[in-house]
């Protein structure tokens, strides 16, 4: 991972059939930051913060003056939820096809945001652009684990690609920060989605009336 942007990383897990419990995997289950804590959430950079603010992640990139000081982004991670390896493994097996979740920029568009998952044993990190959300607003996204739709790492082939999927250490946004400005952008409902498109449309339909349905506390304005 880089430090020139945000990363918001999740390591991840596949997904068995309701009912069916094991103790490495969470299945169906988003990551709404619904208990007290990060939910095993970090970051690196000092002039970024997270807070888990009423039931999503919080990031914060404080104001780096002017000049700016400070670096242009930061990595935010975890490998591992508190009690289970929650989004680490081979996706293919665990059958593993997507991924969705709901994305704020509150006050500031971030100069870009893109899904990224990576491997430790090779440092390969791949990166799914995204389209640029509407400031003030949750965004959906969804994306699919596969490489026709765009999915990049440098030097890596289609190849690369599938055998990565095989070994996920992590897997998060990558968000470059808009401006020098203090800003805030959130994440939510963040969650790996088994079986075909069916199931995916599915998904996402739930996953838009959990959203409607939920009460969100919009983050702290920027100051003047």
Same mark, same amino acid.
């Given at each position: 991972?880089?430090? /020139?942007?945000?990363?918001?990383?999740?390591?991840?897990?596949?997904?068995?059939?309701?009912?069916?419990? $094991?103790?490495?995997?969470?299945?169906?289950?988003?990551? $709404?930051?619904?208990?007290?804590?990060?939910?095993?959430?970090?970051?690196?950079?000092?002039?970024?913060?997270?807070?888990?603010?009423?039931?999503?992640?919080?990031?914060?990139?404080?104001?780096?003056?002017?000049?700016?000081?400070?670096?242009?982004?930061?990595?935010?991670?975890?490998?591992?939820?508190?009690?289970?390896?929650?989004?680490? +493994?081979?996706?293919?097996?665990? +059958?593993?096809?997507?991924?969705?979740?709901?994305?704020?920029?509150?006050?500031?568009?971030? /100069?870009?945001?893109?899904?990224?998952?990576?491997?430790?044993?090779? /440092?390969?990190?791949?990166?799914?652009?995204?389209?640029?959300?509407?400031?003030?607003?949750?965004?959906?996204?969804?994306?699919?684990?596969?490489?026709?739709?765009?999915?990049?790492?440098?030097?890596?082939?289609?190849?690369?690609?599938?055998?990565?999927?095989?070994?996920?250490?992590?897997? +998060?946004?990558?968000?470059?920060?808009?401006?020098?400005?203090?800003?805030?952008?959130?994440?939510?409902?963040?969650?790996?989605?088994?079986?075909?498109?069916?199931?995916?449309?599915?998904?996402?339909?739930?996953? +838009?009336?959990?959203?409607? $349905?939920?009460?969100?506390? $919009?983050?702290? /304005?920027?100051?003047?």
């Amino acid at each position: 991972m880089t430090i /020139a942007a945000a990363v918001l990383v999740a390591a991840a897990v596949g997904a068995l059939p309701a009912g069916i419990s $094991r103790a490495d995997v969470m299945l169906y289950t988003p990551e $709404r930051w619904s208990s007290p804590g990060l939910q095993g959430w970090t970051n690196t950079m000092p002039d970024v913060t997270l807070a888990n603010n009423n039931n999503f992640l919080l990031i914060t990139f404080l104001d780096q003056g002017d000049p700016p000081v400070g670096a242009p982004g930061d990595d935010i991670y975890t490998f591992s939820a508190p009690a289970t390896n929650m989004f680490v +493994g081979g996706y293919p097996t665990n +059958g593993n096809f997507a991924v969705l979740f709901n994305f704020l920029a509150s006050n500031v568009a971030p /100069a870009s945001v893109s899904v990224v998952f990576g491997v430790a044993t090779n /440092a390969h990190e791949w990166a799914f652009p995204l389209a640029i959300p509407t400031v003030g607003v949750w965004t959906p996204y969804s994306v699919w684990f596969n490489y026709v739709w765009g999915w990049t790492c440098p030097g890596a082939t289609e190849s690369d690609f599938l055998a990565d999927l095989q070994a996920v250490s992590y897997i +998060g946004i990558h968000i470059d920060r808009g401006s020098a400005a203090e800003q805030y952008y959130g994440l939510d409902d963040f969650e790996l989605i088994p079986e075909p498109a069916e199931l995916l449309l599915l998904a996402a339909a739930l996953a +838009g009336l959990f959203f409607v $349905r939920r009460r969100r506390q $919009r983050p702290p /304005a920027c100051p003047a």
